[in-house]
Nanobody, 124 residues
């Protein structure tokens, strides 16, 4: 069974850091574009960051640029999101997603596979 499993969420004070991980299993994702989205209740899922299969090209939402870093380890089939200088508005459920190359990376419905999410709460 193909799965994406996120971990690393939690409660942190504003200005703090967290590192999210997404472990892929059931197949190899080294040719897939991988991404992080987040969602709060009542709002649409929001693009956070994405990384091309090679790891050489990265994309970020303006709201996280300079604070978050996306990376991947294809040998371990694992995706990461290092989040620094966290703000209360970063609070939400964070999801990792996988997409075959060629789709529009900032659009959630382009992604083929999703994890179950991990909660990030940033207190002020």
């Amino acid at each position: 069974q193909v799965q994406l499993v996120e971990s690393g969420g939690g409660l942190v004070q504003a200005g703090g850091s967290l590192r999210l991980s997404c472990a892929a299993s059931g197949r190899t994702f080294d040719t897939y574009t991988m991404a992080w989205f987040r969602q709060v209740p009542g709002k649409e899922r929001e693009f956070v960051a994405a990384i091309a299969w090679s790891g050489g090209t990265k994309y970020y939402a303006d709201s996280v640029k300079g604070r978050f870093t996306i990376s991947r380890d294809n040998a371990r089939d694992t995706l990461y999101l290092q989040m620094n200088s966290l703000k209360p508005e970063d609070t939400g459920s964070y999801y990792c997603a996988a997409m075959r190359p060629g789709g529009y990376i900032r659009t959630a419905d382009q992604y083929d596979l999703w994890g179950q999410g991990t909660q990030v709460t940033v207190s002020s």
